[in-house]
């Protein structure tokens, strides 16, 4: 499998670093993010296969971010995270088009798996 190309989006320094080392690791290629706003600029200027994107961030929040990815490059997939399981700001992350969703904190290996099943599903041309 190629070197799959990941956007990591997070306000938080520390899980920017703790898994972008770890998914280098795993022949993945990272760009981080750590605003919305950024992560708006990186898919305007980059090509992905995946992205991960938290839903608490300052200034935009996931959601509004997700929205604005997606009417970017609408085939994206998008994995969203969240540290609360608030089932309707997940529906509403579902219904504008992410990919799936996880609890933080998440493991290494389960995000890892989100992120093939989101290439591979991209690759077959599922939304």
């Not at 795993?26 to 600029?41: K, L």
């Not at 799936?100 to 077959?124: H, Q």
Request: glycine share 8%; net charge neutral; charged share 30%.
């Amino acid at each position: 499998m190629k070197k799959i190309r990941l956007l990591l989006v997070d306000d938080e320094p520390d899980f920017l670093t703790a898994y972008a080392r770890r998914f280098k690791r795993r022949n993945v290629e990272i760009t981080e993010a750590q605003s919305g706003q950024q992560a708006i600029d990186r898919v305007r200027e980059g090509e992905f296969d995946v992205a991960i994107l938290d839903v608490m961030m300052p200034e935009m929040n996931g959601l509004e971010t997700l929205r604005r990815i997606k009417a970017i490059k609408p085939d994206l997939p998008v994995i969203i995270l969240t540290g609360h399981a608030d089932s309707g700001v997940l529906i509403e992350g579902m219904d504008m088009g992410a990919f799936d969703f996880l609890l933080k904190p998440v493991g290494t290996d389960e995000l890892y798996f989100k992120v093939l099943d989101a290439v591979r599903s991209r690759r077959r041309g599922q939304p």
